[in-house]
């Protein structure tokens, strides 16, 4: 498997294997209708020392007005102090929290005042830190207002039930005849796209009464819209409005440069995708490069970016595409190694996870290291249950380990439990039965995929593994029913149904079933198109030739001529080749009929000269030559390579001293060195270069050498 492409649906990143590139998320949620700016309340009772309740309170409402939370946060822990439980102080500390992105003491403050009703408060900080469910589980209760509607339909896009989001926005939009935040309305149209009811959004968006020109946002997910229906052109329009937009807009509010960058960066990337799925690679790999380097702070747009650059490479710089993974992934209190950083957990949507995880699992297979796939397998089988990637991932796992066998059964049991999701489970297991040479085997998984049994492409395919098994009656069973299946549904397209009639025609006649071959022959001679219908005369005098000649020629003289050889004369074209000596046999030419000219050139033409069979010695076998003769037999003795000189016995100690006297009384020694005295400690050998191959010698003492003449 190639590495897959992120975002998409599998071809790869789409149908089958394969590889895949990836799409950004299709929209920014974002709760920004959260708690309600609360300003104003009663006096309190009592006069203490400095500001009253009353100055406060008027103070508070001045700076909620000019959204100034830190002065609000200042001035209501005043207010408790003087008013403890303050309903509108507490309230409005809440909220301060909750626009100083402090949702942890908001939390707090919630937990110690349990007798406001502060229910959608606490469910938007819950959201906030990503606490999904807890969440939505405080908005059980709550009553179903436009801005609970709203929040709740945020929860569930981020836990991907995408369905129950949009039957909540459905809802908001029952309640309020027009929604006039562009915000909203985005978050809507990306509840569409993610909810793969991309045909929809036109009509979604005509509801609404909103175009694409309203701000980039809108755009950019009707782009999106766009790009999940597979019209990459118009995306790339879409996109390209959508970034015209946004840098007017950013620039009237005074951006930096690199802000605006940052803004637009899922712009950026979703541009690069949709050039990748056009298959302008250098285009997309370049956009990529260029928006990576430029080091943006959207760690989200920069995961989809580098998970999509590493598809685009496939099994290259492996080293580098694992690295760039790893700064993905930590390693948290849990010991899971699978683990998205804190930050990109929150904002990459369940698909775009699942596509880095993936792609990250095949970059590990492409390594060969397989420890690491088996002890993360686990927690990717429990993370993506409702997904057949981990089954994939397990039998490409098998089939490394050379289990082909494993992995078969995997596919099998995969697709026996999820008969739904058993496409990709069955195309899997019919490549590793066609790989291991199993084209019966193969040829069986595909004919369970019932949705794509007469596809043009799963047709050809089944053919080709029948025949290669060698099942003609299968193979040419395989074309008749998809020949009778396209004839009954496909009436308004018979371009389809006389190519598939073409193919079955000509594995007939190829297989010598000349009277089928030449029925079909004959419904193609009726066909619209002057080609098929000479394609189908040229077969019917084919398949008619042997069994009725006569009507071959009848079939023959309907053929229509050949273009451009009306004023050919035939018996010059042949006079003028060139003619061999076997065509000069064929027809039985005379020497006599020579041409002296041709006798001529004849015996101008060098002869061939005949190669000689080498001589060898007498008795020599040339399949058994025996071993080489010595290069430097010719040679004097102390001339060649092997030639050794004595040396004199340097280890004999000199006697000094009275005659027969000791020296040191030195242990005894053999020719060989080694001492008689006992073992020595044992030391490390070096290393000796390998023999030479044995010389060939006289048979005749070394001592005793005859001189020979030279």
């Known amino acids: ?60 409402d001045r700076h909620v007005k000019n959204n100034d939370y830190k002065q609000v946060l200042k001035l209501t822990d005043d ?11 507490v309230e409005c500390k809440v909220v301060a ?77 029952q309640k309020q005849q027009k ?72 620039i009237e509010e005074e951006f930096l440069e690199e802000d605006i960058e940052d803004e637009l960066a899922p712009i950026t990337v979703q541009l690069a995708y949709v050039q990748q799925m056009q298959g302008r690679a250098a285009e997309a790999l370049e956009s990529y490069n260029a928006f990576l380097k430029k080091k943006p702070q959207d760690e989200s747009s920069i995961a989809v970016a580098s998970n999509n650059l590493i598809a685009l490479r496939g099994a290259r710089d492996l080293f580098d595409a694992l690295k760039k993974f790893d700064k993905l992934f930590e390693k948290r209190s849990g010991g899971q190694k699978m683990q998205f950083t804190e930050k990109l957990e929150s904002r990459l949507s369940a698909r775009q996870k699942e596509a880095i995880s993936f792609n990250r699992m095949l970059l590990l297979l492409h390594s060969n290291k397989l420890d690491q796939v088996r002890e993360l397998l686990p927690f990717f089988l429990d993370t993506f249950l409702d997904s057949e990637v981990p089954t994939l991932l397990s039998a490409s796992l098998a089939i490394k380990e050379g289990k082909s066998g494993r992995a078969e059964d995997i596919l099998n049991q995969y697709a026996i439990k999820h008969p739904k999701n058993s496409t990709a489970a069955y195309l899997a297991c019919a490549q590793v039965a066609a790989s291991s040479g199993n084209y019966t085997r193969a040829a069986d998984c595909l004919e369970k995929i019932v949705d794509l049994q007469h596809k043009l492409g799963m047709v050809a395919t089944l053919v080709a593994l029948r025949e290669r098994a060698g099942n003609l009656k299968a193979a040419e069973a395989v074309l008749d029913a998809a020949v009778l299946w396209w004839d009954n549904h496909m009436c308004d397209d018979p371009a389809v149904v006389e190519h598939l009639t073409q193919q079955a025609a000509a594995f007939k006649l190829k297989h010598n079933k000349l009277e089928e071959a030449a029925n079909l022959f004959q419904r193609l001679t009726k066909s619209s198109s002057s080609v098929v219908r000479a394609e189908a005369l040229n077969g019917l005098v084919c398949s008619t030739a042997y ?13 229509p001529p050949l273009p451009g050889l009306k004023n050919i004369d035939v018996e010059a074209l042949e006079r003028a080749a060139p003619v061999t000596s076997s065509t000069k046999r064929a027809r039985g030419v005379d020497d006599s009929d020579k041409k002296v000219g041709d006798e001529k050139s ?16 007498k008795n020599f076998d040339p399949a058994n030559p025996g071993p080489p003769p010595d290069p430097e037999r010719w040679l004097p003795k102390r001339e060649r390579s092997s030639f050794r000189p004595k040396k004199s016995n340097k280890r004999v100690v000199p006697i000094r001293g009275a005659q027969g006297a000791a020296a040191n009384a030195p242990s005894h020694t053999t020719a060989s060195g080694a001492t008689r005295s006992g073992p020595a400690a044992p030391v490390a050998s070096a290393a000796k270069p390998a023999p030479e191959p044995p010389k060939p010698t006289s048979s005749s003492s070394q001592k005793h050498k005859k001189k020979g003449r030279r």
């Open 1 to 60: 498997m190639a590495p897959k492409v992120k975002g998409k649906p599998k071809p790869s990143a789409g149908g089958g294997g394969g590889g895949a590139a990836a799409a950004a998320a299709p929209g920014k949620v974002a709760a920004k209708g959260g708690a309600e700016k609360i300003a104003g309340a009663g006096p309190g009772a009592g006069a203490p020392v400095g500001p009253s309740l009353d100055d406060l309170f008027k103070s508070l």
């Open 97 to 173: 929290l909750i626009q100083l992105d402090e949702f942890d003491q908001a939390l707090s403050v919630i937990e110690s005042a349990p007798g406001l009703d502060l229910v959608f408060q606490k469910a938007y900080c819950l959201y906030k830190r990503n606490r999904l469910q807890e969440a939505l589980a405080a908005l059980q209760n709550a009553e179903k207002n436009a801005s609970v509607l709203q929040l709740e339909a945020q929860i569930q896009f981020k836990l991907g039930n995408f369905s129950a989001c949009i039957g909540d926005y459905e809802k908001l939009l």
């Open 179 to 250: 929604i006039e935040s562009d915000e909203v309305k985005s978050n809507v149209i990306a509840a569409y796209v993610s909810g793969g009811r991309s045909q929809e959004v036109p009509a979604v968006m005509d509801a609404m009464k909103v175009s694409a020109r309203n701000n980039f946002n809108l755009a950019y997910n009707a782009a999106c819209a766009l790009t999940e229906r597979g019209d990459y052109g118009k995306a790339e329009e879409h996109l390209l409005l959508a970034r015209r937009i946004g840098q007017e807009a950013l």
């Open 79 to 89: 207010i408790l102090k003087l008013s403890q439980g303050d309903k509108d102080a």
């Open 547 to 559: 069994a009725d000649p006569a009507k071959a020629e009848s079939y023959e003289k309907k053929l």
């Open 602 to 617: 004849e015996k101008a033409r060098p002869k061939k000269k005949r190669k000689r069979k080498p001589l060898y010695p």
